[in-house]
């Protein structure tokens, strides 16, 4: 689904940021809150607005890994898979979830813009292992099962 490019939208950003280099990041922070990814057509347009190479901007949004280059779904599904949710079968759930929605770590999104499914190296919850989030609320102690289950439910409610 192509969403379409409102540039009032970007100079609202631009402006609170005072159009000013410094706030580059906090910028392309805005810009991904609003469309989930940074659009290119948005990074050629703020680098014009604020007098900097579009190189700069890129080397920006590269540098910092929470910035992304391609679209995301409405939801992003992220499965951990550090020591301590891989032990205890972070993988299988994993591999499930891509199954069922048929994405692949080179194709990470539904055609239908959906969900994302990402892989991190620790969520920070490791008590609760094996941890998986949905746009960043956090599931315990997660089974294929239960993923399945929840994938289901998030369907369903973005669907009412
Ligand atoms: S290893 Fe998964 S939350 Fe820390």
Do not use: W
């Not at 540039?7 to 631009?14: G, H, N, P, T």
């Not at 890994?65 to 992003?76: A, M, Q, R, T, V």
């Not at 999104?109 to 959906?114: A, C, E, G």
């Amino acid at each position: 689904m192509e969403q379409k490019t409102d540039f009032a939208e970007v100079d609202k950003i631009l402006a609170l940021n005072g159009n000013e280099q410094r706030n580059l990041i906090t910028i392309l922070q805005s810009v991904q809150a609003q469309y989930r990814y940074l659009p290119r057509e948005i990074l050629e347009y703020i680098a014009e607005k604020m007098g900097i190479s579009l190189a700069k901007i890129y080397s920006v949004a590269t540098f910092y890994e929470n910035f992304s280059l391609d679209p995301k779904g409405k939801y992003i599904i992220k499965i951990c898979d550090g020591t301590a949710c891989h032990v205890r079968k972070s993988i299988p759930i994993l591999e499930k979830v891509r199954e069922v929605l048929g994405v692949s770590a080179q194709n990470p999104t539904t055609d239908d813009m959906m969900f994302t499914v990402e892989t991190v190296s620790c969520l920070g919850a490791c008590g609760l292992a094996p941890v998986m989030t949905v746009n960043d609320k956090v599931y315990p102690a997660m089974t294929p099962e239960k993923a399945i289950e929840l994938i289901k439910s998030v369907r369903e409610g973005a669907a009412e």
